[in-house]
């Protein structure tokens, strides 16, 4: 039986690739496309798919959010990151966020097959370029430095708030977009400051402009 996929990505183009690549292998038949992040919760919530297929740079919610959100939701749904982007930080949050695999868009269709297999076996997977990557870290030592950036240990739900308090959300406004309440939000915000020793919204904005959070983000779709 074919395992059931979601595509999220704001490019149709890709989309109908992409989609074409999972239908002729016969191991995967796609059941819903979303090119935002709410929509591929909304998906994700009606078909309870096998695996989500998902973009980083979304109008709206980022994939890294809107994968946290899938898993909240689809707890046996497995999430494959196919990204433009390959900096370390990205690849990170969105394991922390629980993608099961990371893949740049430059990838072969073999590639791409190869990762939504393993996945679909339970196993996770790495872009050859972003382990490569990595590996150079660790020949140099690298992953034994102290870490510098301030987000490090920030929870999933914890940089979605500190995303839209640097857009420029009121606490009111946040409460709505994560449908939470406004107090709780308002305890993200201080914890935030805490954590990554600001004591204001500016420093927190600044501190999510300079560590690429506001950038996982479309804010006009570019074609």
């Excluded at 590996?135 to 920030?154: A, C, F, S, W, Y």
């Excluded at 560590?211 to 779709?221: D, I, L, P």
Aim: hydrophobic share 40%; proline share 2%; net charge neutral.
């Amino acid at each position: 039986m074919a395992y059931s996929v979601i595509l999220v990505d704001d490019h149709r183009v890709l989309r109908d690739g992409v989609r074409t690549i999972l239908e002729r292998s016969g191991d995967f038949q796609v059941v819903g496309e979303a090119e935002s992040g709410p929509d591929a919760i909304q998906l994700a919530r009606h078909h309870q798919p096998d695996m989500v297929l998902m973009d980083i740079g979304l109008p709206g919610m980022n994939g890294i959010e809107a994968t946290t959100e899938v898993l909240r939701h689809c707890a046996g749904c497995k999430v494959v990151v196919l990204s433009m982007y390959d900096d370390e930080h990205s690849v990170v949050a969105a394991m922390r966020a629980g993608a099961r695999a990371f893949l740049l868009k430059k990838a072969s269709s073999g590639d791409l097959l190869d990762a939504l297999r393993t996945v679909a076996r339970g196993g996770s997977y790495l872009s050859s370029q972003v382990s490569d990557h990595l590996l150079t870290r660790i020949q140099r030592g690298n992953l034994d430095e102290k870490e510098t950036n301030p987000l490090d240990h920030l929870s999933p739900r914890e940089l979605q708030v500190l995303r839209l308090v640097a857009e420029g959300k009121t606490s009111k406004e946040i409460a709505t977009i994560l449908d939470l309440g406004l107090q709780t939000v308002r305890s993200y915000r201080k914890t935030l400051m805490k954590k990554i020793n600001v004591t204001n919204v500016a420093g927190l904005t600044q501190v999510a402009i300079a560590s690429g959070v506001v950038g996982w983000q479309k804010s006009e779709r570019r074609d």
